[in-house]
Nanobody, 119 residues
């Protein structure tokens, strides 16, 4: 069974840090681009950060550049999102995503993890 499982969400004060993890299982994950998306109440889901299979290419939303870092450990089939200097506007449900770089129909989502930043 293909599965993406996020963990590490929670409640943190503004200025604090959290690290999210996404454990992928159920298939071979080579050639998959991994990403973190978020969705705040009454807002559309947006890309936060993405990383290539090799880890050599990353992409960030302007709103998180310099504060968030995406990384992956292919030996563990896990992708991470380190979030520093958190702001109340970072409050959202964070979703892990995996999409094949050649076959985009191979597209998987995790159930999400809540991140709440208090002011």
């Amino acid at each position: 069974q293909v599965q993406l499982a996020e963990s590490g969400g929670g409640l943190v004060q503004a200025g604090g840090s959290l690290t999210l993890s996404c454990a992928a299982s159920g298939r071979t994950w080579s050639n998959f681009k991994m990403g973190w998306y978020r969705q705040a109440p009454e807002k559309e889901r947006e890309l936060v950060a993405a990383i290539s299979w090799s880890g050599g290419a990353t992409d960030y939303a302007d709103s998180v550049k310099g504060r968030f870092t995406i990384s992956r450990d292919n030996a563990k089939d896990t992708v991470y999102l380190r979030m520093n200097s958190l702001k109340p506007e970072d409050t959202a449900i964070y979703y892990c995503n995996a999409v094949h770089k050649v076959i985009p129909s191979l597209n998987y989502w995790g159930p999400g993890t809540q991140v709440t930043v208090s002011s």
